[in-house]
């Protein structure tokens, strides 16, 4: 085969080389292609497998880790918790509305495969800069809105409510945003279903929407860098029909109610290739496909792009022999295509026919479960050198007007409430939304069949990656899992999403390895394993590589739904504490970046031990409770503004602090308790050998916090309306 294809399909020579090995010949256009799908970056983890062995899986409540399409934990009473996160990143900056909408649409039917009904959706999105009139900041706010309609879109069409998430904004993601979607679906914990396919004879059938062109080479398009001359690549992102899979989802959930499902996959990345590859090669079968019974929309498709398109809305089943008609007619009840296009075999080979015609045959353990694992240089970036030393008071930094600064952070994009775009998702539809959506906190939903609560959180903190990847991955898994204790649930388990710079750059390749170890580190540590993820590399433009991203969402439980605490002021007279030690930490800071103008200096170690404690505390004193809320970014003086204008309640309050400029400090491991009783209160945290300090009361029209003070109605001004102005500018 001529260079030049070999070149055009991503395959290496090494690569290439051990496709030869394989098959013990030269392969056809047809495998060739399924080679360059399943290797690609996106779909086999060639760069990242080495340093994701180790990620603890396992705990009593986890039911499925990672290996299939969704994680899956218990959630008590016989239901479990199906969720996933998954990126859509190179998608949506090509084309936002259509890459953010099949990105929703394929972290549901990950969800509704494993035969859960969805209940929730989360996003976690970064943009670049998005004030300003240049042509980069006017991309950024078209990406924002478009973006946001395309989930918008997709979810509301679906019936399934975006319950929450987070957005940030940051130079760094100028040239490649990132969209990362998580779902979260309830079934019974004994009525789970997989993806796989054995049983000889058992056939193979293909159901959803018909297939056509759409979406060719995305996920080989997912495993490369941005550039001026492959910026253009509209052809390779999928466009998402939500209707369709409305009608997808409810007749998979009518079939898993039968007895005639041996597995399920979705068509995701790489479409049929990777949907048959991979239910054949868990289940160590062989198969065949007839890929001119496949379902097309298009004249004259060829089997190359009948294996490779990644139309949205598919998916493939294995069932038991002789049901094949029961099969179809489900879904031909609920108005959708369906066709066998295939049977197991004992042969551990994929046969691809074509009017009968052997067109391509390929031995399925080698690329499914064998593929590539590269050993890429890691090195140390160089700029850790250059800012490790710049932390607040050892880079000149001037004792800057508190007031000025304050004002200035609050009207931050990623401080200023979104309501721009959650007033845009349907957030209570099914009615299981049990706590207010507006960006504080975890989201909550209401699981009817038991009466538990499930609560999520999305974090992290990109500045801080940037700064330590290992110390900011593992406060991500910190921070999430916080923000869920604070909202009354058990943290019981985490789901990522890896976003990462090009790993061919030894420099990034160490951020990753970095990140990875303080997963590890973190769910050891707070007993939250890894119960799925996606990896997301080459988010890269012009050899300008984003900061570390590492998304975490945390999940976990609450036996009574009843008992969710608010994160915002709920009412007049509530005493504040502040639990937790502040350390003066600022590297990697919102008030570094904004005051400062610099993202640097040295984070300190997670104390886990006191992390833990922290949840603890927050669990155990759950009916002491009035809110809680966890501090992130811009410090107690930023979580208290976000919570009073929420709350739309004042309050006068006074920290602590050896420096004034602390009240913006980012230091780990910190909460915002409104108490009930404050003896019983004091005395826990006390027990919990934490640190605390009482702030002040609840109420009044004025907001303050040491030297800085507003008033109610300018805050709320600024807080929810500034954000708008931005983006329609």
């Known amino acids: 085969m001529d260079k030049d294809t070999i070149k055009a399909h991503k395959i290496s020579k090494d690569e290439y080389d051990k496709i030869l090995e394989i098959l013990g010949r030269e392969p056809n256009l047809l495998e060739l292609g399924v080679f360059s799908a399943m290797w690609s970056e996106h779909c086999s983890y060639k760069s990242s497998k080495k340093y994701l062995m180790g990620f603890p899986t396992k705990a009593p409540w986890v039911i499925q880790g990672p290996g299939e399409n969704a994680g899956v934990i218990d959630i008590g ?3 479990a918790a199906v969720f996933k996160m998954e990126s859509h990143n190179h998608p949506s900056f090509i084309e936002p509305f259509q890459g953010a909408a099949t990105g929703v649409g394929g972290i549901l039917r ?3 495969t494993m035969g859960a009904r969805v209940k929730a959706n989360l996003n976690s999105l970064r943009f670049g800069e ?59 914990s004994d009525e789970i279903f997989y993806a796989k396919a054995e049983g000889v004879g058992n056939p193979v059938i293909y159901v959803g929407s018909k297939t056509g062109r759409d979406g060719l080479g995305g996920a080989v398009m997912a495993s490369d860098s941005f550039s001026e001359e492959n910026q ?68 004259a498709m060829t089997p190359y792009e009948l294996m490779l398109s990644e139309s949205q809305e598919r998916m493939l089943i294995c069932a038991k022999k002789g049901t094949e008609n029961e099969v179809l007619e489900v879904f031909k009840k609920w108005d959708l295509d369906a066709a066998v296009i295939g049977e197991v075999t004992n042969t551990g080979n994929m046969e691809l026919f074509w009017h009968g015609d052997l067109v391509g045959e390929i031995p399925i353990l080698p690329l499914s479960e064998n593929a590539p694992v590269l050993d890429r240089p890691v090195e140390k970036p160089s700029y850790l050198d250059e800012i490790e030393k710049l932390n607040l008071a050892g880079c000149g930094a001037s004792k800057s007007d508190i007031q000025s600064s304050f004002i200035a952070m609050l009207k931050e994009p990623e401080i200023l409430n979104k309501a ?28 009817k069949e038991s009466g538990a609560m499930v609560a999520m959180a999305a974090d992290s903190n990109p500045r ?36 990462y710079g090009n790993p061919e750059n030894p420099e990034v390749m160490w951020q990753f390895k970095e990140g990875c170890d303080g997963i590890k580190q973190a769910c050891k540590a707070l007993s939250t394993p890894v119960v799925s993820g996606n990896v997301s590399l080459y988010n890269e433009t012009d050899g300008s590589s984003i900061y570390p991203t590492p998304g975490i969402v945390s999940v976990g439980v609450g036996k009574e739904a009843k008992n969710v605490v608010p994160s915002h002021f709920t ?53 002491n409770l009035e809110f809680a809320n966890s501090v992130g970014v811009g410090g107690v003086a930023m979580t208290l503004a976000k919570m009073s ?46 640190s605390y300090q009482k702030l002040g009361v609840t109420g009044g029209d004025k907001f303050s916090i040491n030297e800085v003070s507003i008033n109610l109605c300018e805050l709320k001004d600024i807080y929810f309306n500034e954000f708008e102005k931005i983006i329609k500018a």
């Not at 253009?232 to 005639?260: H, I, N, W, Y």
Request: proline share 2%.
């Open 232 to 299: 253009s690549l509209r052809p390779t992102v999928q466009v998402g029909d939500p209707f369709a899979e409305k009608l997808l989802m409810e007749a998979c959930l009518e079939l898993f109610k039968t007895d005639m499902v041996v597995g399920i996959q979705d068509m995701g990345a790489a479409g049929l290739t990777s949907s048959s590859f991979e239910m054949a090669g868990r289940s160590g079968s062989g198969m065949k496909m007839y890929l001119d019974k496949v379902p097309m929309r298009e004249e």
């Open 645 to 690: 204008a929420v709350g739309d309640m004042g309050g006068e309050f006074k920290m602590l602090v050896d420096d004034n400029r602390d009240i913006f400090d980012e230091s780990f491991s910190r909460a915002i308790f409104g108490v009930k009783d404050e003896v019983k209160f004091e005395q826990k945290v006390k027990n919990a050998s934490l």
């Open 130 to 188: 998005i004030r300003g009139n240049s042509k980069v900041n006017r991309y950024q706010r078209y990406l924002v809105k478009g973006s946001v309609a395309g989930i918008a879109h997709y979810g509301n069409c679906m019936g399934i409510p975006t319950v929450g998430g987070e957005v940030s904004f940051d130079e760094c993601y100028n040239g490649n945003i990132l969209v990362n979607a998580f779902a979260l679906g309830i079934c019974k």
């Open 77 to 79: 009473k016989g239901y």
């Open 420 to 447: 721009f775009i959650y007033e845009q998702y349907d957030s209570y539809v099914g009615t299981d939304n049990i706590k207010k959506v507006g960006g504080l906190g975890a989201a909550a939903i209401r699981v």
């Open 464 to 499: 801080m990656n940037y700064v330590n990847p290992r110390i900011g991955a593992a406060l991500a898994v910190a921070s999430s899992g916080r923000k869920v204790a604070m909202s009354g649930a058990v943290p019981l388990a985490i789901t990522d999403c890896l976003n």
């Open 571 to 623: 009412k007049n007279g509530v005493t504040l504490y502040l639990v937790g030690e502040t350390k003066g930490v600022f590297a990697g800071s919102l008030y570094m970046k904004v005051v400062e103008g610099r993202t640097a200096g040295t984070l300190p170690e997670i104390d886990f031990t006191k992390e833990r404690a922290l949840w603890d505390l927050a669990l155990n004193e759950n009916f």
């Open 110 to 112: 990950d969800i509704f």
